[in-house]
């Protein structure tokens, strides 16, 4: 995910780290994609005897496997939390042409949680971080993350820093 084309960073601010889904929970898309792509040429003998409908089907089959494993990149690329010194952004990404990004201030973060739930996630270490602002205007969340525990660290870690700076600077004033 290139950062500077999702948010201008202030000034003093710097980038900690970008999270994404684990790549795990992505695999059934690639798979679906592979499908795509493969079927055809297991079948190519019989859809080549179809002569031009035969052919329009195996060359539509690949293009659709390959434009749905690029779109499935796509998204996982540019899907994820963008944690710095001064906040936390939440990137959706939901297509090509669809992406919502949203922020919560250190100070505004009311609620810093992660679950890890099911087989799948207990083993490979993936779950869910969610985020709660004051007032409850704001909700992020970030399902499927490599690591939450450590993610949720980085986020508490980093707003209690954040906010301890923030209290000597309003202390000299």
Request: net charge neutral.
């Amino acid at each position: 995910m290139n950062v500077a084309e999702v948010i201008e960073l202030k000034e003093g601010e710097e980038v900690l780290c970008v999270v994404k889904n684990h790549w795990i929970v992505e695999l059934h898309r690639a798979a679906f994609a592979f499908f795509l792509i493969a079927t055809p040429f297991f079948f190519a003998r019989p859809l080549f005897r179809i002569d031009t409908w035969g052919i329009i089907i195996f060359v539509c089959s690949i293009c659709a496997g390959i434009a749905y494993a690029i779109r499935a990149y796509y998204v996982w690329n540019w899907n994820g939390f963008i944690i710095t010194t001064h906040r936390v952004v939440d990137v959706d990404q939901r297509g090509f042409l669809n992406r919502t990004v949203s922020q919560a201030m250190y100070d505004k973060l009311q609620d810093v949680s992660y679950a890890v739930k099911g087989v799948w996630g207990m083993i490979f270490h993936y779950g869910i971080v969610e985020l709660q602002t004051s007032g409850g205007a704001v909700s992020l969340e970030q399902p499927n993350v490599c690591n939450p525990k450590e993610v949720h660290h980085l986020i508490t870690t980093t707003m209690a820093a954040y906010l301890t700076r923030a209290n000597i600077l309003q202390g000299s004033r």
